[in-house]
C-alpha cells in the first residue's frame, strides 16, 4: 500500500493526507458558517483530517470579508452541522482558529470591533478585497494594551472549548503568514517594549499564552499549531535570529505536549521558502506530529513520507476540484483543475459543484 493512503495510528487517521486550511469565503456577511460549507467539508470527509478555513475567535479578528467566526454562541451552532456531517461519513475534522490581526479591513468587520496588532505598523503591500470596493488599502492598527493582550488570549481559550462543544476534533491556531500570533514573533512587526516585544522570549511570550492556555482548556492532544517560518505573505519578512526563535518555539511546544505542528512553506506560491536547516530543526526537535504542506503532489507527498521529513501531507488546491483526491489516487484518475476566479466568490458556484470523477 502506497504510505499516503496508510493509516495514521498515533492521531487515528484513515490516511495521511490533510485537508490544508482554506479560506473559501462562503460564510454571510455577519461571519456565521452556512449549509453549503457542511456540505462542502462532508464532500471532501475521506481525507484523513480535514481543517477549516481560517476561522476567527474575536469580532476583532475577522479581518476578510464573509469568513467565519466562532466568537458567538449562533457562530456555534451553526459549525455543528458541518462537524455532523463530516463525522457522518467517517470523516475527522479540526477547526483553523484564525486571528487576522493587522491584517484586516474595518469595512469587512462588526461594527465596534478594532483593528489590533503588537505595534502600530501597517502592512505597507498588502491591499485587502472589501466587497464593492475591491482592493483597498489596511490601515494603521492600535497596538495592543496589556487588557487588550488578555482579552483576545481568552477568545482563542473560549473559542476553543466552543468549537470542542460543537463536534470539533480538535483546533488548529494559526501562527503562519503574517496574521495575529505570527505578528508577535518577528521583530519586523513587534516593536514593543514591555515584556511581549523585544527578546526571543518576549517575543513568543503571547504565541505560547495562547497554546498553553487553549491546551489546558480542550487537551494537548485537540491542539495543532501551523508556521511559516521566512515567510513573507503578509508582508512578514525574513528576520535575524530566526533559527534561534523557532528552535526555542519547539523546545517549549515539547513541554506543551501538542498534537501536531504544521509547517506550511509557501514557494509554491512565489513566496519565500523555509530554510532546509529550519525545516530540519522542526522534524528533529519536534516531538509530536509533523504536518507538512506547500506545492506537494501524490508523488513529491509520497517521497516526503518516505524520506521521513514530516508525518502527514496537508494539500490544499487539489482538494478544491477534486473531491474525491483520495479515491483519484487510489485509482490513478487524473485530477481535474479548479477555478481561481471562484476560490472567494458567494454561492455554490466553484465550491460544492466539483463533483467526483
Ligand atoms: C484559496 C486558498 C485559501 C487559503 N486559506 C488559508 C487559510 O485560511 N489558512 C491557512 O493557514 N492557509 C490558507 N491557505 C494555504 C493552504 O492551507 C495551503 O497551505 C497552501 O495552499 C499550499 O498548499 P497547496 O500547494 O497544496 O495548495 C489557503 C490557500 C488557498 C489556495
Do not use: C
Amino acid at each position: 500500500m502506497k504510505t499516503l493512503l496508510s493509516t495514521y495510528e498515533k492521531l487515528n487517521l484513515r490516511n495521511r493526507v490533510v485537508m490544508a486550511p482554506m479560506t473559501r469565503s462562503r460564510a454571510t456577511k455577519d461571519h456565521a458558517p452556512t449549509d453549503i460549507m457542511a456540505t462542502y467539508y462532508a464532500q471532501r470527509a475521506k481525507a484523513g483530517l480535514i481543517i477549516t478555513e481560517g476561522t476567527s475567535p474575536s469580532a476583532n479578528g475577522v479581518g476578510y470579508s464573509r469568513i467565519p467566526g466562532i466568537y458567538t454562541d449562533e457562530q456555534a451552532k451553526a459549525w455543528e452541522t458541518v462537524a455532523n456531517e463530516v463525522h457522518k461519513k467517517g470523516g475527522k475534522i479540526f477547526m483553523q482558529l484564525m486571528h487576522t490581526g493587522r491584517l484586516a479591513h474595518p469595512d469587512n468587520m462588526p461594527k465596534d470591533s478594532r483593528i489590533l496588532a503588537p505595534s502600530p505598523i501597517a502592512p505597507p503591500e498588502t491591499k485587502m478585497y472589501v466587497d464593492d470596493k475591491g482592493m483597498v488599502a489596511i490601515p494603521i492598527p492600535q497596538e495592543m494594551t496589556l487588557e487588550d493582550i488578555n482579552q483576545e488570549i481568552g477568545t482563542f481559550v473560549s473559542s476553543a472549548k466552543r468549537a470542542i462543544e460543537a463536534g470539533f476534533d480538535g483546533v488548529e491556531l494559526h501562527g503562519a503568514n503574517g496574521y495575529l500570533i505570527e505578528s508577535f514573533i518577528s521583530p519586523h512587526t513587534n516593536k514593543r517594549k514591555d515584556f511581549y516585544g523585544g527578546s526571543i522570549e518576549n517575543r513568543l511570550r503571547l504565541p505560547l499564552a495562547i497554546v498553553k492556555k487553549v491546551a489546558e482548556a480542550v487537551g494537548p492532544d485537540k491542539v495543532g499549531l501551523r508556521i511559516s517560518p521566512n515567510g513573507t505573505l503578509g508582508d512578514m519578512k525574513p528576520f535575524e535570529g530566526q533559527m534561534e526563535t523557532y528552535s526555542h518555539f519547539i523546545e517549549k511546544l515539547n513541554e506543551l505536549n501538542i498534537a501536531y505542528i504544521h509547517l506550511l512553506d509557501l514557494e509554491s506560491f512565489g513566496q519565500t521558502a523555509v530554510p532546509p536547516e529550519i525545516r530540519t530543526m522542526v522534524r528533529n526537535k519536534f516531538q509530536g506530529t509533523l504536518i507538512l504542506s506547500g506545492g506537494y503532489d501524490q508523488y513529491s507527498g509520497e517521497e516526503a513520507l518516505k524520506n521521513n521529513e514530516g508525518d502527514l501531507i496537508a494539500y490544499g488546491r487539489p482538494f478544491i476540484a477534486n473531491p474525491d483526491l483520495i479515491e483519484r489516487w487510489k485509482n490513478d484518475i487524473p485530477l481535474a483543475n479548479a477555478n481561481g476566479d471562484l476560490f472567494y466568490t458567494p454561492g455554490p458556484e466553484g465550491y460544492i459543484d466539483y463533483l467526483g470523477s
